[in-house]
């Protein structure tokens, strides 16, 4: 069992950085991979990055190169930098774990929502 808590998300003008931070309960964070996912209003919710357990990245194309995922499996925790933000990057955001590579989904955080103005 993996319990997830997100936090960093809020409020930034375009072009600004934000950096999520998800924490992991339990001693088998490093043995997940983990992921970002994010969902905006009335749209499906769609990876943004996933990294495994030895540290192999997957990018979707939406924030590939703005957005930096990484992990510290020492400190349990999974991070997702966001730079050069865009008004489209609104969207409540998810950190979950699992042991699929491309779709990390068995364990889900309640989310953080990030909002990007104009």
């Known amino acids: 069992q993996v319990q997830l808590v997100e936090s960093g998300g809020g409020l930034v003008q375009a072009g600004g950085s934000l950096r999520l931070s998800c924490a992991a309960s339990?001693?088998?964070?490093?043995?997940?991979?983990m992921g970002w996912y994010r969902q905006a209003p009335g749209k499906q919710r769609e990876l943004v990055a996933s990294?495994?357990?030895?540290?192999?990245?997957n990018y979707k194309d939406r924030g590939e190169g703005r957005f930096t995922i990484s992990r510290d499996n020492a400190k349990n925790t999974v991070y997702l930098q966001m730079d050069s933000l865009k008004p489209e990057d609104t969207a409540v955001y998810y950190c979950?774990?699992?042991?699929?590579?491309?779709?990390?989904?068995?364990?889900w955080g309640q989310g953080t929502q990030v909002t990007v103005s104009s």
């Open positions: 339990g001693r088998t964070f490093s043995t997940y991979t």
């Open positions: 979950a774990a699992g042991s699929s590579f491309w779709s990390p989904n068995e364990y």
């Open positions: 990294v495994s357990r030895s540290g192999v990245i």
